[in-house]
């Protein structure tokens, strides 16, 4: 088992930044990538931004690109979310999700094992 623990949420106002972290505890070993995802009030919980955990790969949605950063300490378990430039529109829950297994595919929730139970970020305009 993974437990996944968010925290750096808030509330900021539109242009300003966030740095969101998940420590990993448990059978960290077993890790493959980290993700982050998020849901807003009645919508569906879309990928956000993921990261291999050896080699560093990094992958981000469209709408993220060039404003947020993800990031990982391996030796401390915790991967980052360097969120900048922040809009009214990225309001949402954020979840952070492990991959226990290799897949190739990181945009998908199914492709994740393990999730946190989610930072609550508000940008307000």
């Known amino acids: 088992q993974v437990q996944l623990v968010e925290s750096g949420g808030g509330l900021v106002q539109a242009g300003g930044s966030l740095r969101l972290s998940c420590a990993a505890s448990?059978?960290?070993?077993?890790?493959?990538?980290l993700g982050w995802f998020r849901q807003a009030p009645g919508k569906e919980r879309d990928f956000v931004a993921a990261?291999?955990?050896?080699?560093?790969?990094?992958y981000y949605t469209d709408s993220v690109k060039g404003r947020f950063t993800i990031s990982r300490d391996n030796a401390k378990n915790t991967v980052f979310l360097q969120m900048n430039s922040l809009k009214p529109e990225d309001t949402a829950v954020y979840y952070c999700?492990?991959?226990?297994?290799?897949?190739?595919?990181?945009?998908?929730?199914?492709?994740?094992?393990?999730w946190g139970q989610g930072t609550q970020v508000t940008v307000s305009s």
């Open positions: 448990g059978r960290t070993l077993n890790i493959y990538a």
């Open positions: 999700a492990a991959q226990a297994h290799y897949s190739g595919r990181h945009y998908y929730q199914r492709d994740y094992d393990y």
């Open positions: 990261i291999t955990w050896s080699g560093g790969s990094t």
